[in-house]
């Protein structure tokens, strides 16, 4: 059979499951291999060089990389690598004197960022510190985009944004505040080398259904309703509130309302509750603070009652899905009429570009997305380049960061006269973590611990107060009880054939039953095919790659399956040879990846 290419950081970053799933491949084991080390200021400082804003994302991440989570394979849940990493920014020292510094003498070099969100701040952090002068224009009071105005503070205080953000604007970003850009050929004609347009996606869908005109001052778009909210213009909200729409905005709107006074608030949405967009502990704690949450309810039509109240017609649908996960909704017949005083809808948004003229080489597809190159987020006019929500549509902060990276480093060529296109290099090491026989540099007992919850403050008290943070993250205590339940993924198991004596003592030893020594298999083909029916345990996922040997010196060839390993070291311990090793992958220049 083919080997295992090793020669390349892909085969070994893939089986660090977490740190391959973060657009940014944040180095989650390492990070949290510090916590345990109580070394938040290192730990903290690891997350902020790959995702910028560990205190921001450690209370608001999507959390890509949860659900990838090697420790799904010995317990239900996830390590909370998200919560973890708010515990390096929790419990840090003042890191200001590790930050990057801009030089003092400038390259030369002028760059536009257009919105001041986490892509546009992932551009200027890395541009800072190489010389550029950076001038940001944002049509809001303050830096932040998103984070800022739709995000409430009872999820993110924005004494956390405040401080992420500024350790970026102090290393000398010249922010235009309140100064919206209203036409991208005037900027360009202020001589920048490159523009960057990271202005998300600011424009809320409506819901015009039957009965709207009617009904139009009572119906808000949530975005802008959290914004007005956010920017003090809304102070509170009548009795009764509906929010359409079961997606992230579509829980922050219903907890906000509660805090602004309304005390009947239904979240109603037409898919099931399963597949709803919200994340799952989203919609936990809107159930905890006493929202309704009422799933299979398509609305129909607005009716303004006598009492200038309105009513909105549903008819309950039962959903189903196809092999494609392609989704039906099937009527039922069966109308429910809810009375309220507000409406917030909150069922999508979109890019809106109209300050972009059509005519000056800038091309646009027909869902009129700018056309961009996916590698180097470069649009049609060579020096204008997209990030965030801007570039492909709705997303979450983590990708917006990830394409901040990838525009800087296309800025940086293309300032250059380099091409965009040709990349740096990655590169990536394995550094043996064996001190002994049987000692290792890193933990390897695998404990049973089922994932803590994070303390919160007491549900009554959280939704009567706006400012007020929820989550009181992690004590050092617990968040040492839950960083010793990451597998160090990254520890990778290391294979030298020509060590190898075919005694079978890790495949004995192995508790996975992931190594197998077989016959050759002179055939070529797909390795999931070949190997069907010859290993111990049927692969569980075809995600994971087999890890498959040189052949030995009997003719056998060994096949690990990459996918089972839980990285306890067992054969490298047990290995009379040293054909087994435990190395740690350290991978630099990685390139964030855009999905
Ligand atoms: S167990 Fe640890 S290293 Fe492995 S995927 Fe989970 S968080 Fe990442
Ligand atoms: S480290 Fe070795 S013994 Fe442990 S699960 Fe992985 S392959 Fe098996």
Not at 35 to 46: E, G, W
Request: with cysteine; proline share 5%.
């Amino acid at each position: 059979m083919k080997k295992t290419d090793v020669n390349t950081y892909q085969h070994y970053l893939k089986v660090v499951d977490c740190q391959q799933a973060c657009p940014a491949h944040t180095p989650v084991p390492e990070y949290i291999r510090l916590i345990t080390q109580q070394r938040y200021s290192d730990a903290y400082m690891l997350n902020w060089q790959s995702n910028v804003f560990p205190g921001i994302l450690g209370r608001v991440c999507d959390r890509p990389c949860e659900p990838a989570c090697r420790r799904t394979r010995v317990e239900d849940k996830a390590v909370a690598i998200c919560r973890l990493k708010r515990v390096t920014a929790d419990y840090k020292e003042d890191i200001t004197e590790r930050l990057p510094k801009a030089p003092k003498r400038q390259n030369g070099k002028r760059i536009a960022l257009v919105g001041a969100g986490p892509a546009s701040l992932t551009v200027a952090r890395d541009l800072l510190p190489l010389g550029y002068q950076i001038d940001m224009f944002e049509r809001d009071a303050k830096a932040g985009g998103m984070m800022r105005s739709q995000i409430p503070q009872f999820r993110l205080p924005h004494d956390v944004l405040d401080e992420e953000l500024n350790y970026i604007l102090d290393m000398g970003v010249n922010g235009y505040f309140n100064h919206p850009i209203d036409s991208l050929e005037n900027l360009l004609n202020k001589n920048y080398d490159a523009v960057f347009i990271g202005t998300g996606a600011p424009k809320g869908r409506h819901l015009p259904l039957p009965g709207y005109d009617d009904c139009q001052l009572d119906i808000k778009i949530g975005i802008d309703w959290l914004s007005g909210v956010s920017f003090e213009h809304i102070s509170e909200a009548p009795k009764r509130v509906v929010v359409l729409g079961g997606g992230n905005t579509a829980m922050d709107c219903c907890r906000t309302a509660k805090r602004l006074g309304a005390t009947d608030v239904k979240v109603l949405v037409r898919s099931s509750f399963e597949a709803m967009k919200a994340s799952p502990w989203e919609k936990e704690d809107a159930m905890a603070e006493e929202i309704a949450i009422m799933p299979n309810h398509s609305p129909l039509e607005y009716k303004r009652n006598d009492d200038g109240s309105i009513q909105i017609a549903f008819e309950k649908v039962i959903s189903s899905y196809d092999k494609s996960n392609n989704r039906t909704l099937t009527p039922t017949g069966e109308i429910v009429k809810v009375d309220c005083d507000l409406v917030l809808v909150a069922i999508g948004q979109d890019t809106s570009f109209p300050w972009i003229e059509r005519d000056i080489g800038l091309k646009f597809n027909d869902w009129s997305q700018p056309i961009l190159n996916k590698l180097t987020l470069q649009s049609t006019l060579p020096q204008v380049f997209f990030g965030g929500d801007s570039a492909f549509g709705p997303e979450n902060i983590i990708t917006a960061v990830a394409h901040g990276h990838k525009a800087a480093i296309s800025i940086d060529l293309f300032c250059h006269g380099k091409q965009p296109e040709n990349r740096p290099d990655s590169d990536f090491n394995l550094i043996s973590q064996k001190m002994g026989m049987h000692e290792w540099r890193y933990d390897n007992q695998i404990e049973h611990h089922q994932r803590l919850a994070v303390p919160h403050i007491d549900w009554q008290q959280a939704s009567q107060q706006l400012a007020t943070e929820v989550e009181l993250g992690f004590d050092e205590q617990l968040a040492l009880q839950e960083a010793q339940r990451c597998l160090n993924c990254d520890i990778q198991t290391v294979f030298t054939e020509s060590k190898c004596i075919e005694c079978s003592a890790c495949e004995d030893i192995c508790p996975l039953d992931c190594i197998n020594f077989i016959d050759d298999i002179h055939k070529s083909g797909d390795a999931n095919t070949l190997l069907a029916g010859k290993l111990r345990v049927e692969k569980a996922t075809p995600e994971q790659d087999y890890f498959i040997s040189d052949k030995l010196h009997t003719g056998h060839i060994m096949v690990k399956d990459e996918d089972l390993c839980v990285h306890c070291g067992l054969c490298a311990e047990r290995c009379p040879t040293g054909a087994w090793d435990m190395q740690k992958l350290i991978l630099s220049n990685i390139e964030a990846t855009i999905k």
